[in-house]
């Protein structure tokens, strides 16, 4: 079974800083992985799709790594503002199926 | 991308009664998944939605507990049954386009259930 962990829970940076989000994997064999957004009480954005044959994924400010090898997975955002402040999760996919993690929580104070 | 609508956005229901969640997609796809997201967790596959024949569920989850329904490709719905306390959650439908061959899914806005 996929297990799926995020580090850290949560994260409160000034803005402009740049964040770092990881995420970890138990089985390799994954098909895709996504990085979706939450917002309080909200559904999911999706974020970055990064196949399991690439290696990151950029979108303006975010970039996604990933290292199926080592099973892990790591989301970037530059330049942080208070519009980035919300729960970001991670999400492994076997055969249409996401595991999720637990998410990281962002603040960006102004 | 898909464009996704759930019907009720939230809800407030008594203990013991049943509510049906609607999921409403603006083309044809093919996989429907069904999630639940307690407070303060992340999300749990309930079940994969089939067109014309039974939902596929998860371990822990059940068809007399939460009945699925997938009359068309672009239709579903999830009920919650005999609702307790323990079942006041998010309730998220997911779609992915197979033809597309990324395996996104995307995700509608939830419903959240608060049972009394």
């Known amino acids: 079974k996929q297990e799926v962990t995020q580090i850290p829970a949560a994260l409160s940076v000034p803005e402009g800083e740049n964040l770092v989000l990881n995420c970890s994997f138990t089985d390799s064999a994954i098909y895709n992985l996504q990085w979706f957004r939450q917002d309080p009480g909200k559904g999911l954005t999706s974020l970055l799709l990064i196949q399991s044959s690439q290696r990151e994924q950029t979108s303006g400010r975010l970039n996604a790594s990933l290292d199926k090898s080592s099973g892990r997975s790591t989301l970037y955002i530059a330049a942080s503002q208070p519009g980035d402040s919300a729960t970001y999760l991670c999400?492994?996919?076997?055969?249409?199926?996401?595991?999720f993690g637990a998410g990281t929580t962002v603040t960006v104070r102004a | 991308s898909a464009v996704i609508s759930q019907k009720p956005s939230r809800d407030i229901c008594q203990r013991g009664t049943s509510l049906t969640i609607q999921c409403q997609v603006d083309s044809q796809v093919t996989m429907m998944f069904w999630y639940r997201q307690q407070p303060g967790q992340s999300l749990t596959l309930i079940a994969t939605a089939n067109q014309g024949s039974e939902a596929t569920y998860e371990s822990g989850f059940v068809i007399d507990k939460f009945p699925i329904s997938r009359p068309n490709l672009t239709f579903s719905t999830l009920t919650v049954s005999n609702m307790s306390p323990e079942d006041s959650s998010i309730y998220l439908c997911?779609?992915?386009?197979?033809?597309?061959?990324?395996?996104?899914?995307?995700f509608g806005e939830g419903s959240r259930l608060t049972v009394l």
């Open positions: 999400a492994a996919t076997n055969d249409y199926k996401l595991s």
């Open positions: 997911s779609v992915a386009h197979r033809r597309a061959n990324t395996g996104e899914l995307f």
